[in-house]
């Protein structure tokens, strides 16, 4: 490929110019192409820094579909995937003339189980409400008239519904060869699918789930390819932490038991007292979650292996629970033939038993039957170790564990004959990668960086009200909801609120609505937790006018232009919560090796959410709006300096008089 080719297809009358209305050369996006063709040849890790608005999504696509390898492109989540899928790609497939195949591909539990699908249709008992039964019928429909059984493709049945849990597979209980439905199955066709396309579109989930199965010896989920573009690539350090570890739930262990009843009454009548079984399962289950129980009064609700309070009696109902999961495999095993339902039973059980025993290794004596001898330099142990917890709540117990890093895992994923391009317009903190580069182990790309094309210092204003108390502060929200509401009832278009934790979502949104209530204010206020976050966004986008009040999912993957979204709140600095077990975890370590948790985890952590969170303001050239801040550490902390710079270069103000001016200069000029 040469550069030439790249400037003419990004030129104002070259082939994109065509296809995308109201279309704009950008050199940052033109440079950013070059750099990946550069990395694609040379086989090469870019990570890529590029601010909203330029045009990142063509610039990795365009050397993509030049390139001549087989390429895959991450996204953050199912929905950018289908929006890369549906429509970007087709569109530059169209505008460049080139006979590119594309597939799409997501995890198993996204694709309806024809297997599954027909058990559920025998079982009417197994419905829970009227809507299910009308949910059931759509399903049964699209299962017989879809190309792909791809969920996300049946709007009548919300993708959130829990029917989809009933007529979709599991690694632990899919038949595999032994399926009756084998040859119509809509997962094998999407891998089939992408083993023979030129580009496949996944999300980071199904990426680090295959790289997990990759980690026992399975290689069989995603294709071999030359280039793996990521974009969102912010996302990964998290999404590979949650998928290399383990997890088991009171949930999954008790719908094992009703498995294993109904898959042994149904099967094998004669052979064992399925119901006896399936009983001394759920007991041990509930044993040991009422075992657990003091650490519901904990911080949070969570505790820390060594830190779980009477841990012999928990330890006790744990090396019980095993025993009774070893005895249900015993009799599982010796019926395994059959039916396929006591051989999926046979398979979960056996899942679940090998996650509990690592998850209780090693032992609170120090010994470890998983590792019998010292770690080898450069195992996953040597890099740091793991961290394990129990979270409970009144109905439920989850056992947890993740690693300290997964620097090494993740780096030596990758092949050396393959180039790796990461992207996304939060990577660094203030031009800084190194945080990003030592979370995956990618000390040895190349970083490049380049700024938003937007007019931030026109375009907006950020505003850090006086005078307001700490966060610490038991008045805080309250005082916040006061420096909000002149915006508020001044800005024309929507109101995005941005809360650190769901107890300031539920507060905020309640204080609000108080206050609305005493004006006569006449605006709809959505709050998290109400609806799903699909429907949520639907109508923030549609009411033009609403409020709508959300924590950590709503700080990334918004995008509302225009004046639809003229006002983005938040109300403290997104420091991570201090009882979350694995950044306790990490930055005990990192205090152990004689570092600075604070400066060279907490503070580059929360430097990125906050970018991220006030990226949500401005989306295009003609947006315009207020980005309040109310946590007075931003300007009155010495570290407050690192934060605020790395933000977009809004004018900067704490004067609200200056603010409600620039609302009505604004609004005016609309």
């Known amino acids: 490929m040469f550069l030439q080719e790249l400037s003419d297809i990004f030129a104002a009358d070259g082939p994109i110019a065509s296809a995308v209305p ?56 199912r929905t950018l995937q289908d929006q890369l899928f549906r429509r970007d790609l087709p569109k530059l497939r169209e505008a460049l003339s080139l006979p590119i195949t594309v597939a799409l591909l997501k995890g198993r539990g996204n694709y ?117 573009i990521f974009d969102e690539a912010h996302q990964l350090p998290d999404i590979a932490t949650r998928f290399l570890g383990t997890s088991v739930s009171s949930h999954q262990l008790l719908d094992l038991a009703r498995s294993i009843e109904a898959a042994g009454l149904a099967h094998a009548r004669e052979s064992t007292n399925w119901s006896e079984a399936s009983k001394k399962l759920e007991q041990a289950a509930r044993e040991l979650r009422l075992a657990s129980s003091p650490i519901d009064k904990l911080p949070g609700r969570k505790a820390t292996f060594d830190a779980i309070p009477e841990p012999e009696s928990f330890d006790t109902a744990l090396s019980e629970l095993q025993k009774v999961l070893d005895r249900s495999s015993q009799l599982l095993n010796v019926v395994t033939e059959k039916h396929p339902d006591l051989a999926a039973a046979a398979k979960t059980c056996l899942d679940i038993r090998a996650r509990l025993f690592q998850w209780s290794q090693p032992d609170r004596q120090g010994h470890n039957a998983l590792q019998p001898e010292p770690p080898q330099e450069g195992s996953v142990n040597d890099e740091g170790g793991a961290v394990r917890w129990v979270e409970h709540s009144l109905h439920h117990m989850r056992l947890h564990s993740a690693p300290l890093s997964v620097a090494q895992i993740f780096s030596r994923y990758r092949s050396a004959s393959q180039a790796w391009i990461l992207t996304s317009a939060t990577l660094s903190v203030h031009g800084d990668f190194s945080h990003f580069l030592r979370q995956l182990g990618l000390w040895e790309a190349k970083t490049l960086r380049w700024e938003s094309p937007f007019d931030y210092a026109r375009q907006g204003v950020l505003f850090v009200p006086k005078a307001l108390p700490l966060p610490s502060d038991f008045a805080f929200n309250e005082r916040f909801v006061d420096a909000l509401l002149p915006l508020a009832r001044m800005a024309a278009g929507g109101v995005l609120v941005l809360c650190t934790t769901l107890r300031s979502v539920d507060r905020i949104a309640e204080l609000l609505q108080e206050r609305f209530d005493d004006e006569g204010l006449d605006r709809l206020i959505l709050r998290q937790g109400e609806s799903s976050r699909r429907i949520l966004l639907e109508r923030f986008r549609t009411e033009k006018n609403a409020v709508l009040v959300g924590s950590a999912s709503f700080w990334e993957g918004i995008d509302v232009p225009g004046d639809a979204l003229t006002l983005v709140a938040i109300d403290k600095l997104p420091f991570a919560p201090p009882d979350d077990p694995v950044l306790e975890a990490r930055l005990k370590r990192c205090r152990e090796n004689g570092g600075n948790p604070f400066m060279e985890y907490q503070l580059p952590e929360a430097a990125i959410s906050l970018k991220q969170g006030a990226g949500r303001l401005i989306r295009s050239e003609t947006d315009w709006g207020v980005l309040m801040v109310g946590d007075t550490r931003l300007v009155e902390k010495p570290y407050g300096k690192l934060l605020w710079r790395g933000l977009p270069p809004f004018s900067r103000t704490r004067e609200q008089a200056e603010v409600l001016a620039f609302y009505d200069k604004k609004q005016n000029a609309c």
Request: proline share 3%; glycine share 6%.
């Open 22 to 77: 109201d279309y704009r050369p950008r050199l940052a996006q033109l440079e950013l192409a070059q750099a990946i063709e550069s990395a694609m040849r040379d086989r090469s890790t870019l990570v890529a820094e590029a601010g909203t608005g330029t045009g990142k999504t063509w610039a990795y696509l365009v050397p993509a579909f030049l390139g001549g390898g087989k390429v895959l492109v991450s996204t953050g989540t």
């Open 112 to 228: 309806v189980c024809h297997y599954h699908l027909e058990r559920l249709s025998g079982d009417k008992r197994a419905l829970k409400s009227r809507a299910e039964m009308g949910q059931l019928r759509n399903i049964q429909v699209f299962a017989k008239q879809s190309r792909t059984g791809d969920k996300a493709d049946l709007a009548q049945v919300p993708e959130e519904a829990d029917i989809w849990n009933r007529v979709t597979s599991t690694r632990e209980n899919c038949l595999g060869q032994d399926c009756p439905h084998l040859r119509d199955c809509f997962v094998m066709k999407a891998r089939r699918y992408a083993q023979d396309a030129d580009l496949v579109v996944v999300n980071h989930a199904l990426f680090m789930a295959d790289l997990a199965l990759r980690e026992e010896g399975i290689t069989d989920l995603l294709p071999t390819v030359d280039t793996v």
